[in-house]
């Protein structure tokens, strides 16, 4: 059974402070993605990563760096939190090969709430 | 204008109806159709993905996809107070996106007894 953990259900922090947010796979999953979901805009791409120490931008990744240093783990850093990065955090692993079902069918942590004060 | 469209209801039923569920979309390279299904407080899990157009059936669900008019649907049959949920439909354009998908904003259900 595929499981993707994430470090904290509910983070409250600062403004100004330095966050991160861990992911782990057990699937042994080549590509891992990191997402903010927002009431009205949906699921939001910030970072993923096709491979260890490689990664890619995604649709909003201003504010945001990851790190990959082993396959099963990726992290999410957020240098200076602004309140405007309060939000839910979803990490999701997928495998990259197996054919087309398997490539795209992304599995998902249950996600961190993280407030920004 | 957002290249996926959906409609965030919330949409309540009563037990044993039909639902519809529904996703317009602009870019017409997307030929890879999913619907992941969200409970309150946990992430996204996948239920069904469809490849170009037509419909694909699994129990109580079908999805169908209408690249001509660029639609896609989720139908629930039957539906029952265990499918209440947030549903995300999400797509890809197979080639040139790497297996990265763009997601709707989610449609929130609720089927009560």
């Known amino acids: 059974d595929v499981k993707v953990t994430q470090s904290s259900r509910y983070l409250v922090k600062r403004t100004g402070e330095k966050v991160f947010l861990e992911c782990v796979q057990d699937?042994?999953?080549?590509?891992m993605f990191w997402y903010r979901q927002d009431p009205g805009l949906g699921l939001r791409l910030i970072y993923f990563?096709?491979?260890?120490?490689?990664?890619e931008k995604g649709d909003i990744p201003e504010g945001y760096s990851v790190s990959r240093e082993k396959k099963e783990r990726f992290s999410l850093i957020l240098e200076s939190a602004s309140t405007n990065q309060t939000s839910m955090y979803l990490c999701?692993?997928?495998?990259?090969?197996?054919?087309?079902?398997?490539?795209?069918?992304?599995?998902f942590g249950p996600g961190t709430r993280l407030t920004v004060t | 204008q957002k290249e996926v469209e959906q409609d965030p209801g919330p949409l309540s039923v009563p037990e044993g109806a039909i639902v519809s569920l529904n996703c317009t979309y602009s870019?017409?390279?997307?030929?890879?159709f999913m619907w992941y299904r969200q409970y309150s407080r946990k992430g996204p899990e996948l239920l069904m993905y469809?490849?170009?157009?037509g419909n694909k059936e699994d129990g109580r669900f079908t999805a169908q996809v209408d690249k001509s008019s660029k639609y896609i649907s989720l139908f629930i049959r039957d539906s029952q107070p265990s499918d209440s949920a947030t549903y995300l439909c999400?797509?890809?354009?197979?080639?040139?996106?790497?297996?990265?998908?763009?997601f709707g904003t989610g449609t929130q259900l609720k089927v009560e007894l």
């Open positions: 999701a692993s997928s495998s990259a090969g197996g054919g087309l079902a398997k490539y795209y069918e992304q599995y």
């Open positions: 990563s096709y491979d260890v120490k490689m990664k």
């Open positions: 469809t490849y170009s157009s």
């Open positions: 699937m042994d999953h080549e590509n």
């Open positions: 999400a797509m890809s354009p197979l080639t040139g996106g790497g297996n990265k998908l763009t």
């Open positions: 870019n017409s390279a997307f030929q890879y």
